[in-house]
């Protein structure tokens, strides 16, 4: 009997075949022909799959998103805002070797992003949900006296330092490593507690 193919499983190995053409030979070289080889597939048979390079490249940098926020949603409920502003953070930072892939392949696809719609419109997502995440975070940080009230210089402040680690990581993993980035993350968070009691004096 021939083998039953699952359309979703097929469709992920063709994300993750995405993912590393992108990672080693960069974004310009993700062509149709070149990830149907890298996966093993005729270009046919790809297709099937994604009618077009757009499909499959949209596709791809959606999976990135989803797999975030796949992790954030299985999280443990924590009560104390500290604790769940780090465990959160972490897992949006390049930390272990998926979120290294993800963030790579997130910073290709907003580069391409500036020229491609499709592209534009999940870049412009993912950027209202992270920033949105992190205006959460203060929120219930300063309720708790852990941070600063000015929540939206205290959201952007954040925001900012995310993306500065995530394009350093990308560019030097080896100084910014895992350590590092949460070591970072940490002393922001004591920093903004410091801040908020001393504006009480």
């Not at 699952?6 to 590393?20: G, S």
């Not at 080693?24 to 990830?35: H, K, M, T, Y």
């Not at 465990?87 to 892939?101: F, G, I, Q, Y």
């Amino acid at each position: 009997m021939p083998k039953v193919v699952d359309a979703a499983e097929r469709r992920l190995e063709l994300v993750e075949a995405v993912w590393r053409v992108i990672r080693r030979d960069g974004l310009e070289q993700a062509s149709v022909r070149n990830v149907a080889r890298e996966a093993g597939l005729s270009m046919g048979s790809l297709r099937h799959y994604f009618a077009s390079q757009s499909e499959l490249m949209v596709f791809a940098f959606r999976t990135v998103i989803d797999r975030i926020e796949s992790r954030l949603a299985a999280l443990e409920p924590e009560p104390d805002p500290r604790r769940r502003a780090q465990r959160v953070l972490a897992e949006l930072l390049p930390l272990d070797d998926e979120r290294r892939a993800e963030n790579e392949v997130w910073l290709a696809f907003t580069s391409r992003a500036m020229v491609d719609p499709a592209l534009r419109a999940l870049r412009d997502e993912g950027y209202q949900a992270l920033r949105a995440g992190c205006e959460t975070m203060i929120t219930d940080l300063a309720a708790a006296g852990l941070a600063p009230t000015d929540i939206q210089a205290e959201t952007q402040r954040l925001h900012a330092l995310l993306d500065g680690l995530a394009v350093h990581a990308a560019m030097r993993p080896d100084i910014h490593t895992a350590q590092g980035l949460a070591a970072a993350i940490a002393h922001h968070l004591d920093g903004l507690a410091t801040e908020r009691s001393a504006r009480r004096v």
